[in-house]
């Protein structure tokens, strides 16, 4: 047991198996609505549902134990909300690729990024960005994802004159609330898995209230869904066609899952304290990278859309998680999910807004770190921050936020401060808004 606990980075001198799968679980129930919208959302391409979902915790279940016993991280891995909009929306339904080819642009993005981790591209784009865009990131996400909680909890809704707004008082956006608070004061007072008791508490109590729902007939076991109608169905034709426009959109993926990744593991990892203070680097970030790249791969021949490291990994680490043993546990309670879909299912919206505003709140707190005393410093930090919940995107505040820093601190006469790679960098995301103009 020592052995196996070793190999997945676990310290019995400094962490505690206890606290480590509690985090998992923490970390599975925040990020189990992905189980119930992935297949719902490739399903509007015309693939299996059925197949979809057992394929999407097959791919989520490989990837996540990449993490836990390569990287040694406790980060979870599943197909990119976002990432499967792009797959089924864009790419299908209005740029008219089939879906088997939309798969094969994801397996081309896998491979690309395998090969740029192997040579550590990735790694050192991640090192080029400047420690206060890195804070911010940080504090961009926990915006972002207090955002998606309140949104998802009903607490606030769209509005036509104001974008959003607060939303009706119901049962369902009372319970959210009520899970905020509750998980406050339960963190308040230190409680070990706090996150965790706030999602089970208010799942029982918006039974009643029907906020949980029970459905008739309700079973706890059924058997997993067959892989075969989506499994290595990709269709090469239109890369062996040289299509131009076909490269475009591999280039895409590749791009949006970079920045996506590289966002949540930035942030996550500063908020965590697992940051070298002395040279800024994430320990293990190259082998984090690696099990991102692979998860694409085998989610694309599995029959899913990119897989992506999760930012409701920050639960987990709110709640403790710190090894791979937090990863694994996330990883074998995927493959649980295979024969208990059902119950997973049950978990509302409300029961883990609690979870994403609570996480949002501690990772605002590397606000504090920001040189805010020096403008070239602190306007593309605060572009960062506030572009990623008003884009709901972290690749676009991070894009923005690092133009904007290339852009100030050259026009301000302090160019020795940007890295080769930051001027790179630059360059492509300028090609990026500009390509689509011409």
Known sequence: MK??????????????????????????????????????????????????????????????????????????????????????YTLVITMGYTWQQALAAVLFEGVIFILLTLFKVREAIVNAIPINLRYAISVGIGMFIAYIGLKNGGIIVASDATVTTLGPWTAMSILAGAGILLGGILMALGLRGALFYTIIIITIIGIPFGVTHIPEGFSLVSMPHSMEPVALKMDFSRFLALDINYYVVVFTLLFMDLFDTLGTLIGTSTSAGMVDKETGKIHGLNRALMADAVGTTVGALCGTSTVTTYVESTTGIAAGGRTGLTAFTVAMLFLVALFFSPLFLVIPSAATTSALVIVGVLMTKTITHINFSDFTESVPAFITIIAMPFTASISEGIVLGMLSYVIVKVLTGKHKDISLMMYILAFFFVLKYVAPLL
Request: proline share 3%.
């Open 3 to 88: 052995k196996f606990l070793s190999v997945l980075g676990f310290d019995p001198g400094k962490h505690s198996v206890r606290v480590e799968l509690l985090a998992g679980l923490t970390t599975f129930l925040t990020m189990s609505y992905i189980l119930a919208v992935n297949p719902f959302i490739l399903g509007e391409t015309g693939m299996d549902k059925g197949a979809l979902f057992s394929a999407t915790v097959v791919a989520a279940a490989i990837a996540t134990l990449v993490m836990a016993f390569y990287a040694r991280l406790p980060f979870a891995l599943a197909t990119g909300m976002g990432l499967n909009a792009f797959f089924a």
